[in-house]
């Protein structure tokens, strides 16, 4: 049987008459690693998605944001300018789980320390991502946790709010904490993340397509 990594891999070779490659581009958190998105990795690898942590050439199509940060809380952008004069590197705290089972074995593959440097980089440009949200018009699935205590939830429904995009969507979860690929509500994040990944690579596809056709129809025109 191949891994989840040899699955991902063999997906990606597609002869050029078969359907256009699907990818999906994960991102983990700030101080997270890959294995944060393992589950939702593996998931999407399982219905044909290829996801690595590379953008394949094209359109995107669509994008997810789960429990992504525009202001976090008032406290931390002076705790962590004080912080970094006095350390590079602060312990990491409990991880933001609410499962017991999960959070015990998610906090043994996690960095033990946070740098402080990388928390005032993302602090000091969230203004900044605040005024391009009105810029993206792709649709978006926001994906926010009512009990999360990393982020909270007023973030998810703010960048919902400012998005641009025409079709977007709003979950708000209310078992999860802030690691929520892997927490109570894992299956409600799996299904809606794969139905929006469908759907909008099959739009997209079926525009591609279309495109292609126009182009052929003026190359057959111009050398009639």
């Known amino acids: ?60 199509a669509g994008v997810v944001s789960m429990c992504a940060p525009l202001h976090l809380h008032p406290w931390l952008r002076p705790a962590v300018h004080v912080a970094k004069r006095i350390t590079p ?21 996690v960095y033990r320390w ?48 400012l998005l641009g995009s025409k079709e977007k969507h709003l979950v708000t979860l209310h078992r999860s904490y802030h690691v929520i690929m892997k927490d109570h509500d894992q299956e409600e994040v799996f299904a809606k993340t794969l139905a929006f990944v469908q759907r909008h690579t099959t739009t997209s596809n079926r525009q591609q397509a279309f495109s292609e056709q126009v182009e052929q129809d003026k190359s057959q025109d111009q050398t009639a």
């Open 1 to 60: 049987m191949n891994t989840p990594r040899k699955q991902r891999q063999h997906s990606g070779h597609l002869s050029s008459s078969q359907s256009p490659v699907v990818g999906a581009l994960l991102v983990h958190g700030l101080n997270g690693s890959k294995r944060d998105m393992v589950e939702v990795e593996e998931m999407l690898c399982l219905h044909g998605v290829v996801t690595e942590n590379i953008l394949l050439p094209g359109q995107v």
């Open 89 to 109: 590197l602060l312990p990491t705290l409990r991880e933001d789980v609410r499962n017991p089972v999960a959070r015990r074995l998610y906090t043994r593959d």
């Open 114 to 161: 946070t740098p402080m440097a990388p928390v005032a980089s993302m602090l000091k440009y969230l203004p900044q991502l605040r005024t391009e949200l009105p810029q993206v018009t792709v649709p978006v699935l926001v994906i926010a946790a009512l009990h999360d205590h990393v982020v909270p939830v007023r973030d998810g429904r703010e960048i919902y709010r």
